[in-house]
């Protein structure tokens, strides 16, 4: 409660003292549709000395001085009168935002949390995705660097772990035999062959997507099953929307399968369970009978 009064005190009291500065207020950014940011902010009545232009940073860390922005341009220069912008990204991460006000004298080089400076950052809004029943055999275009003509995911070879040894115990294997409904498992004959939502066979704009296409392309569908493993760990690991992470954790427990690494294919499975009940059920049952 003290915090909260103390902080309304500090605001009030910045609110005065700056009322007539050459500084914007209450800018707040917010995501829009596709790529787009909104910024908005508010003008000084009468600023003294008079606005001149506005520049318009964008960051990736909260700015709470001006001598964070020395080192970086604006992306931005508006005229004075002002009180939008809106801004196109192209990857999901989170942004920050300040606006410096310019005068004839040069920056006004006042950076306050809430007034010219977001507190918070914005990030755009992933694309919700569902399971999909089977991958697609007409692709979709897909233009690498600027070529028109139709460039499928390279063809997807099959590669089986017959003959591997046993990574589990028959306790752990029946445990994990039950989450799958205690149904038969799959014959040591069938041949399970690499699976890729539809949403992965073209290529995305950017963001976190744009990344899980690399993995596939340039690992998953060439059969380094290893370095797939490593780059999806590493890609779950890092701040991305909850789909691709959830397409993510089920490749990575296609590579592991196809990697012979059963025991490690069942946990990615299971945790992908609730999201691709079917698929899931399917590639627990493959794995399990591996074990």
């Known amino acids: ?160 772990g017959i003959g591997a040894e046993p990574l589990v115990s028959d306790s752990t294997a029946s445990k994990v035999s039950s989450l799958t409904g205690g149904n038969k498992k799959a014959s040591t004959s069938s041949a399970l062959t690499p699976y890729i939502f539809e949403e992965d066979l073209v290529s995305p704009d950017g963001g976190d997507a744009y990344l899980l296409f690399e993995i596939l392309k340039t690992s998953f569908v060439t059969k380094k099953y290893s370095e797939s493993i490593d780059k999806l760990n590493q890609l779950i690991g890092t701040n991305i929307s909850e789909a691709t992470r959830n397409r993510a954790s089920f490749y990575l427990g296609e590579a592991q399968y196809f990697n012979h690494s059963y025991e490690d294919a069942v946990r990615s499975f299971v945790k992908v369970q609730g999201v691709y009940p079917t698929l899931s059920q399917k590639w627990l049952e493959a794995s399990l009978d591996r074990i």
């Open 1 to 160: 409660m003290k915090k909260t009064i103390c902080s309304l005190i500090i605001i009030a009291a910045a609110t005065f003292l700056f009322a007539e500065r050459p500084l914007v207020r209450d800018i707040q950014a917010r995501a829009g549709n596709g790529k787009k940011i909104r910024i908005t902010w508010q003008l000084p009545s009468e600023a003294e000395p008079a606005l001149y232009n506005l520049l318009i940073y964008r960051t990736t860390e909260q700015i709470t001085s001006y001598k964070q922005l020395s080192s970086l341009s604006p992306i931005a220069q508006l005229s004075a009168d002002r009180s939008a912008y809106i801004d196109t990204v192209e990857d999901l991460r989170d942004y920050f935002y300040t606006i410096i006000s310019e005068t004839e004298q040069g920056p006004y080089d006042v950076v306050l949390l809430s007034f010219n400076s977001t507190v918070t950052g914005v990030h755009l809004n992933a694309k919700k995705t569902t399971e999909e029943t089977a991958v697609k055999t007409d692709y979709e275009t897909l233009y690498p660097e600027g070529t028109l003509r139709k460039t499928p995911l390279p063809y997807l070879d099959i590669i089986e």
